[in-house]
């Protein structure tokens, strides 16, 4: 079950917007905290899918607590609610809020985003049967943030991180970075696991495309012939 966690000190509004969201308990699981001091140690011991937050709170505020988790759980998305519509607020704000809502607001509007973005997430678990490069690929068209580990036949077990579709490291025994990934990108059936993020933010070590890390990959493996990389690059260019 997802954990939607709510960062709000007016009590009223905190209490109507998580019995809104008991129509969803099937899925959620939702938590109010008053301030970002206890936002934060609810982020620090468990698993958040999503954190909604005020800005104006006392102790640790809104910005502080954003600042936080952009530092320390940068795979968080994040919904901001403020009184303070303004364009300097926006501009102190971390690049990957997802959204920006200006009280009063429609619950209901909330509700709805809280669940698209919650549907969004990458699942945990293991897929089997998948290529590499079709993963990929579903990652990047989805903008999705995952950490997941890829097992091929006769190949060292890799691990691969994505962030917002695109690949920022990849490390395949001794390999580390692009060369990793060169190893990993295959049409070979592979089985994925999901593997849970690391707690320091991940270095990005890769900053070459999926495109061109595909070519490579397709020069480096003549045994795939050229049609068959022709119709993994035109799924990669759409």
């Given at each position: ?195 849970d993020f690391p707690e320091k933010k991940v270095t ?35």
């Amino acid at each position: 079950m997802d954990l939607v966690l709510i960062a709000e000190d007016d009590r009223i509004l905190a209490a109507r917007l998580t019995a809104f969201f008991r129509k969803h308990d099937d899925r959620l699981d939702v938590m109010a905290v008053e301030n970002g001091r206890q936002a934060i140690e609810v982020l620090d011991r468990r698993p958040v899918a999503l954190l909604i937050t005020d800005i104006q709170m006392p102790e640790v505020d809104g910005l502080e607590l954003l600042a936080y988790v952009n530092e320390h759980h940068p795979v968080i998305p994040c919904i901001v609610m403020t009184a303070n519509d303004t364009p300097e607020l926006k501009q102190r704000l971390p690049k990957d809020i997802v959204r920006f809502l200006p009280k009063p607001f429609d619950v209901h509007d909330l509700v709805r985003s809280v669940l698209e973005i919650v549907k969004r997430d990458i699942p945990r678990g293991t897929l089997q049967g998948v290529s590499v490069v079709s993963f990929l690929l579903m990652i990047a068209m989805e903008k999705k943030t995952c950490l997941f580990e890829v097992s091929l036949p006769q190949r060292p077990t890799g691990l691969m991180y994505i962030e917002n579709g695109e690949l920022f490291h990849a490390v395949c025994g001794d390999l580390k970075g692009e060369e990793a990934a060169l190893a990993l990108i295959s049409r070979e059936r592979a089985r994925i696991r999901f593997r849970d993020f690391p707690e320091k933010k991940v270095t990005r070590r890769i900053f070459t495309d999926l495109k061109e890390l595909v070519e490579k990959a397709c020069a480096a493996a003549p045994e795939v012939s050229d049609n068959e990389w022709g119709d993994i690059l035109a799924e990669v260019i759409g």
